[in-house]
């Protein structure tokens, strides 16, 4: 009797072998592709690292960014700033921030800021695009995108010049003593 839909106790060994080695299968592609995108991760935090980004505060921003809750953020904050005040470090003088004082155009516009900062599409308005808080989202959005390509392009000139600056003072050391001579690339080219 054939086995119903979900029940593999009814499975031959064949069967159980085949469906195993199916998911097997698609299981130890996807494994493969998830290690090529962590390998280009990896190679991404390195390369932020060495621009002197610090990585946990990379990891803060995904968390950030990625939150549902963003009180769950603000109470951890608040905690943390208490238990730095345990160890008299000079983290504010108060232990509980009042989040919610902020008039709701500039906080709308703070929103857009942050969405222009992280690359989300201008179409993501929260508002209603002709409200005063979505028009103020929108200014937002701009200017954090106007910014971020100003700054991204300043931040990758100096990058250009620091490396372009490396590679001409290797050229300067270059003492060309790993170079074949000319009588050795002649004496080759005549072999």
Same mark, same amino acid.
Not at 154 to 175: G, H, I, Q, S
């Given at each position: 009797m054939?086995?119903?839909?979900?029940?593999?106790?009814?499975?031959?060994?064949?069967?159980?072998?085949?469906l195993?080695? *199916? *998911? !097997?299968?698609?299981?130890?592609?996807?494994?493969? &592709?998830?290690?090529?995108?962590?390998?280009?991760r990896?190679?991404?935090?390195?390369?932020?690292?060495?621009?002197?980004?610090?990585l946990?505060?990379?990891? !803060?921003g995904?968390?950030?960014?990625? #939150?549902?809750d963003p009180? #769950?953020? #603000?109470?951890?904050q608040i905690?943390?700033?208490?238990?730095?005040?345990?160890?008299?470090?000079?983290?504010?003088?108060?232990?509980?921030?009042? !989040?919610?004082?902020?008039?709701?155009?500039?906080?709308?516009?703070?929103?857009?800021?942050?969405?222009?900062?992280?690359?989300?599409?201008?179409?993501?308005?929260?508002?209603?695009?002709?409200?005063?808080?979505?028009?103020?989202?929108?200014e937002?959005? &701009?200017?954090?995108?106007?910014?971020?390509?100003?700054?991204?392009?300043?931040?990758?000139?100096?990058?250009?010049?620091?490396?372009? &600056?490396?590679?001409?003072?290797?050229?300067?050391?270059?003492?060309?003593?790993?170079?074949?001579?000319?009588?050795? #690339?002649?004496?080759?080219?005549?072999?």
């Amino acid at each position: 009797m054939p086995a119903t839909i979900g029940d593999n106790s009814k499975l031959t060994p064949a069967e159980q072998k085949a469906l195993y080695m *199916h *998911h !097997f299968g698609l299981i130890l592609k996807q494994t493969e &592709k998830c290690k090529a995108e962590n390998a280009t991760r990896l190679k991404l935090r390195k390369d932020a690292k060495a621009d002197g980004i610090i990585l946990s505060d990379i990891d !803060f921003g995904l968390r950030c960014a990625q #939150i549902e809750d963003p009180q #769950i953020i #603000i109470n951890e904050q608040i905690r943390r700033a208490e238990i730095g005040r345990y160890f008299a470090l000079p983290i504010g003088a108060q232990s509980e921030f009042d !989040f919610d004082r902020e008039p709701a155009v500039d906080r709308a516009r703070r929103e857009g800021e942050a969405a222009g900062f992280e690359g989300k599409n201008a179409d993501t308005v929260p508002y209603d695009e002709n409200s005063d808080q979505g028009r103020a989202w929108t200014e937002g959005w &701009k200017a954090a995108q106007a910014q971020m390509a100003a700054d991204l392009q300043a931040a990758m000139e100096k990058k250009n010049a620091d490396r372009a &600056k490396r590679a001409a003072d290797l050229a300067a050391a270059d003492t060309n003593e790993n170079d074949p001579d000319d009588d050795e #690339i002649e004496a080759e080219a005549a072999e």
